[in-house]
């Protein structure tokens, strides 16, 4: 999907002061980061990057506790979610909705037969004949966190399975969630990780994949050179440099995430769903969501995300991600506003 997404600045010509529709907080700040990259700029500019860069993925393996085999770079979580789609090109595929698009998007683009999964089988049996299992774990847009008890078993009873599971926000719940460690004994699971979210830089599109070492090869390992650029080494290798560089407040940020969905629960007029970490899906009992965001961006400089593209979900349906106490409080008087109109 090329339009549709959330962060859609690009649409408001500098209209927006307040910006909820990506899964972003402004929670992180990354003035040390950008310092950074300042200041290095002009060396990372003027020299190719590592063809892979193996430097870095050695330091996010130091870092995880796994070898350096079990760690692969990407150029963003999106990069990974298609190179594994094209590896294992015309699978059959399970995508557990709803869900960020891209991956029954990656596996149709490579000829998967693609089906929808809505709730974790309780007796851990899968459909047979299924290749693969996608899960976004925490879920966007829902928040929602698997059950890692749950998760493992079923990773376990569907040996022949493979398991691509997404843990871009992982940095933003305090539920368990698999470790790289626990996902490289596994022979059968590759862990999508997403340094965007994290650190707040989404235009660098820096990720990586943990594992064990022959799926990982075997998903990721026929790609082009460079695919990682020089200032996204440059920022990943900060950041594993200095893991307190850009501190991050989760508990507090759940809290005020907690108070968010709850100023919109009182409105009377929006069901916010529960959630497990930084974001939420809110629903109109009356009302459109697009018609919502283009009321907030113009006349209040807000942005949202339309949530109603996402498979299972209508138009009513659209998700925010919690920002800082003013802002959220800001959202929630225009939503009344807008609801009184």
């Known amino acids: 999907m090329i339009e549709g997404h959330g962060d859609d600045l690009y649409q408001y010509a500098g209209r927006i002061r307040a910006n909820f529709s990506s899964n972003l907080t402004n929670w992180i700040d990354p003035a040390p980061l950008r310092e950074h990259l300042r200041e290095r700029m002009g060396e990372v500019l003027s020299v190719y990057p590592e063809p ?30 298609y190179r594994i789609a094209e590896a294992f090109a015309g699978a059959r595929s399970l995508v557990f909705q709803p869900t960020f ?24 049996r899968l459909p047979e004949g299924t290749d693969l299992l996608w899960l976004c774990n925490p879920n966007n847009p829902t928040g929602s966190v698997a059950e890692k008890e749950a998760l493992a078993a079923l990773v ?52 990586y994949v943990t594992g064990p070492a022959g799926l990982l090869g075997q998903a990721l390992d026929r790609h082009q050179p460079w695919a990682v650029n020089g200032p996204a080494i440059a920022a990943g290798l900060f ?8 501190p991050f407040d989760l ?21 916010a769903w529960e959630t497990d970490t930084h974001f939420l899906l809110g629903r109109l009992r ?14 209040h ?39 009184e109109n």
């Open 52 to 81: 892979r860069p193996r430097t870095l993925e050695a330091r996010l393996a130091e870092r995880a506790g796994v070898a350096a085999e079990n760690v692969r770079t990407t150029n963003g979580a999106t990069e990974a979610i």
């Open 101 to 124: 698009s891209e991956y029954a998007d990656a596996c149709r683009a490579h000829g998967h037969r693609v089906g929808a999964l809505y709730h974790l089988p309780p007796n851990g």
């Open 156 to 207: 376990e009873r569907n040996r022949q399975m493979r398991f691509v599971i997404d843990q871009s926000y992982e940095d933003f719940t305090l539920k368990p969630l698999f470790t790289a460690k626990e996902a490289a004994e596994y022979p059968n699971v590759l862990v999508i990780h997403s340094m965007t979210k994290r650190y707040a830089m989404p235009g660098l599109r820096l990720g």
């Open 239 to 246: 950041l594993t440099e200095h893991p307190e560089a850009m």
């Open 251 to 271: 508990p507090g940020c759940l809290k005020e995430t907690a108070r968010l969905r709850k100023l919109l629960q009182a409105t009377g007029r929006i069901e």
């Open 286 to 299: 009356n009302g459109q969501a697009s018609a919502l965001k283009r009321y907030l961006a113009e006349e």
């Open 301 to 339: 400089g807000i942005l949202i995300r339309d949530a109603s593209n996402f498979e299972g979900l209508d138009k009513t349906f659209f998700r925010v991600s919690t920002q800082r106490p003013e802002n959220n409080d800001r959202l929630a008087e225009a939503i009344a506003q807008w609801f």
